[in-house]
């Protein structure tokens, strides 16, 4: 290795050990911001870079808008100068570290897209300078990292390892869990080379699992993922079976996971939503047939949790014609947007599909979340009101589809003439003014 591509290296680990790199983080969303704050914490100077100017503006007034971001740390730490936001690219050329935390979504054939990450790499490459460290942290399908962003750097005539490096380190975002934090989650890293490896876990810092590779660290973040899907899937069949057999499948589950080995329990649910779960699982099914392989696994698992929408609305069909009714002008409240509890994210949240067929079905619909607004479907703004509990009685059915924490579910059950509970949220709740069903 040449001395200059040796001094590349040498400086920027030691510009890290000493917190004296700057890093930009190139998508100002549920990841980016969260990592913004994590660095600037840790004593690094960091730029954020978004295409979004009402994100930029409001972090550079110190305004939080992610529900694991204190804001007044933010704004503290906006009025030290250790960060702020641009829409100017062309300021990565300030940048010794470049951490990528944009979308991959999956289009309407889920099939993934990758034009998020594909757009962050080539500002990259027009902006970076030598000696930088790049890291994608964004979830993909296995050489993702290879195909996009070393083979832009090395057609600029950049040589990973040497004069350039480039490692892959999924986030580790979990919404709302006060225990696993960015902070403490332990992370895994893998590089092009071993320079570019030791590298990044000197960046991530923290508990640091290295991998040999990009693409088994790709690899490593997708299973994750889809091991949750499949086994999400599994519960869900359980639930059909559970109901078919008059038994209660959170009941099943709990005596399940008293074992204290070999279970994990996953739990049914209408829908799958966030940015990882509902979506990861087809990137690997996507790019598996490029070795001419069928993950029969994957693809039937996402059959099942697709149906659960559909088997949810009959399960309600069902209830109302018990009262001689129908869903056709029956007034149905639903109790949570939000995908999670205590959240107010909404991507791929199972209200959409419920919403929509419900609306189809002809169904008068309002919806209650403390912490959503409103959503859009369908170019449609829908708004989200706070519930009023005295009101839960005028509605044929009230359907619990997230269980926040704050939802009153004694008042709720003191209420309701009819509930329909997708979450077993109402277990603590021992008398119900009218019927009580289960998913």
Known sequence: MAETDLNNYSQLYAQLQTKNAVIGVIGMGYVGLPTMVSKARVG???????????????????????GD?????????VNQKKIRATTDFSELRLVDVMVI????????????????????????????????????ESTTYPST???????????????????????YSPERVDPSNKVYTIENTPR????????CTELAQLFIGGNVFPVSSTKAAEMAKVF???????????????????????????????AANTKPYGFMAFYP???????????????????SKKYNFNTQMIEMAGEINDRMNSYSIKKIMQILNLQGKTVKGSKIAILGAAYKKDIDDVRESPIFRFYESLGKLGANLAVYDPHVESFRLDGEIIPVQKVNYDKLGEFDVVALLTDHTDFDYEKIASNATIIFDTKNGFKEVENFKGHYYKL
């Open 269 to 287: 649910s209408v829908g799958i939503g966030g940015h990882c779960i509902p979506v990861d699982p087809y990137y690997l099914s996507w790019y």
């Open 145 to 167: 990292t290879e195909e996009i962003i070393v083979t832009s750097v090395e057609d600029r005539g950049f040589k990973i390892g040497e004069d350039f490096f480039v490692a």
């Open 44 to 66: 690094y100077s960091v730029i954020g870079f978004d295409v979004d100017e009402t994100k930029v503006n409001r972090i550079n007034a110190g305004q939080n808008y992610i």
């Open 224 to 254: 994750e993922n889809t091991f949750r899907f499949v086994n999400i899937a599994l519960a869900n069949e359980l639930a059909v079976i559970c109901d078919k057999m008059g038994l209660d499948p959170w009941e099943v589950i709990e």
């Open 69 to 77: 971001v204190q804001e007044d740390v933010l704004k503290q730490l």
């Open 101 to 136: 935390c944009v979308p991959t979504p999956i289009d309407e054939h889920k099939q993934p897209d990758l034009s998020y990450i594909q757009n962050a790499t080539n500002q990259i490459v027009m902006n970076a300078k030598a000696g930088s460290l790049v890291v994608l």
């Open 188 to 195: 895994i890293v893998g590089g092009h080379t071993e320079r």
